[in-house]
């Protein structure tokens, strides 16, 4: 990343530290940090190490099973933050004595109100590499404000030491993706599709292969038995959307993601419901035509796009063979549609 890069980003994030500052929640309780005495200061700044610290603990436990390359690197991070409260710990009781009192980022005006996103599993690289740049840039302004307002000589060169140290750290969470060798970055890539096949296209695709095929014999088997439409559609719509609440229960109760990584049991229900009631609907619509004839060719037609798209989804992302997957599709529809056709005219 070039200089003029880094600038940007960096008003970009000044801009971003400003405008969450103003709607903090907290303000109208908060202190200045104008009003602030160089004891409480200090005391201020053992408390942003540790949190950073901890933070960064935090990110490199949320990472290390499946990107143990960043997860190393938040480790180094938060290790340095444990020296620099060492120091602010060592510098205040030698001016303050042992004592060191509460107060935190939320006392203080001008913070930014973190969001505890760190304590969800599991965690989005992205957004763990730009909280980290934010963080950073936070406490080197932090250090810069507090050097303008300490007039002890001791403590002006800590806070200094530390704030070129934090401009150091800055530089590193800015090129967290550039320390990344392509080896370790397409080990990510890969991790995180096995994440997107687990949490989102295996239910996913469970939901639309169940909508799509097992509500092919009541709706097909009501067409034929009245040969008419609004009454297929009818028994479409209850069937999708009934089948789309079962499945979406049955997915989310199924288990809660901690054993098998399979992320939040919500989450995960509500894809595969809507899945489900998206692979019925989709061949019921077509009966909201009144002419029988019609709805059921144009149903037809989107029968087959649903199984060609159930079968391409089980390539793309199950790595199953392209012809293999349509066979099992093809079969199984073919068999269901004709159950319910078969039904419907009995």
């Known amino acids: 990343m070039d200089g003029g890069g880094k600038s940007c980003r960096g008003q970009y994030l000044n801009r ?173 890539e890969e991790a995180q599709r096995r994440l997107f096949v687990l949490q989102i296209v295996q239910p996913g695709l469970a939901g639309l292969m169940d909508g799509s095929v097992s509500t092919l014999a009541p709706v097909f088997a009501a067409a034929f038995a009245t040969r008419n439409s609004h009454d297929a559609f009818l028994v479409g719509l209850a069937a999708s959307i009934g089948a789309g609440i079962s499945m979406a229960f049955a997915e989310a109760l199924s288990d809660d993601g901690s054993l098998t990584g399979r992320g939040r049991p919500v989450l995960r229900g509500a894809v595969t419901g809507l899945m489900t009631a998206a692979g019925g609907i989709g061949h019921t619509l077509p009966f909201l035509l009144t002419n029988f004839h019609v709805a059921f060719i144009a149903a037809v037609i989107i029968v087959a796009a649903e199984l060609a798209t159930i079968a391409w989804i089980r390539n793309r992302y199950m790595d199953t063979p392209l012809l293999s997957a349509a066979f099992q599709v093809v079969v199984g529809g073919v068999l269901v549609f004709a159950v319910g056709i078969w039904i419907g005219s009995s």
Do not use: C
């Open 16 to 188: 971003n530290l400003e405008t969450e500052s103003r709607i903090s929640t907290l303000v109208g309780m908060a202190r200045n940090f104008k009003d602030l005495t160089e004891r409480e200061i200090l005391a201020l700044a053992v408390s942003l190490e540790e949190e950073d610290g901890r933070v960064y603990a935090d990110f490199a436990d949320g990472l290390r099973e499946t990107y143990p390359a960043t997860a190393k690197l938040f480790d180094d991070m938060g290790a340095e933050e444990s020296g620099h409260r060492a120091s602010l710990i060592a510098t205040y009781r030698e001016r303050f004595g042992e004592h060191i009192p509460l107060i935190r980022r939320q006392d203080v005006k001008g913070f930014v109100q973190r969001r505890p996103f760190w304590l969800t599993r599991p965690l989005k690289i992205s957004e763990v590499r730009k909280q980290a740049e934010i963080m950073e840039l936070e406490t080197r302004q932090f250090y810069q404000k507090a050097i303008g307002q300490v007039t002890d000589a001791g403590i002006r060169k800590l806070l200094g030491d530390l704030e070129e140290v934090e401009r150091k750290h800055q530089a590193t969470a800015e090129a967290l993706e550039e320390k990344i060798t392509p080896d370790v970055e397409k080990k990510e």
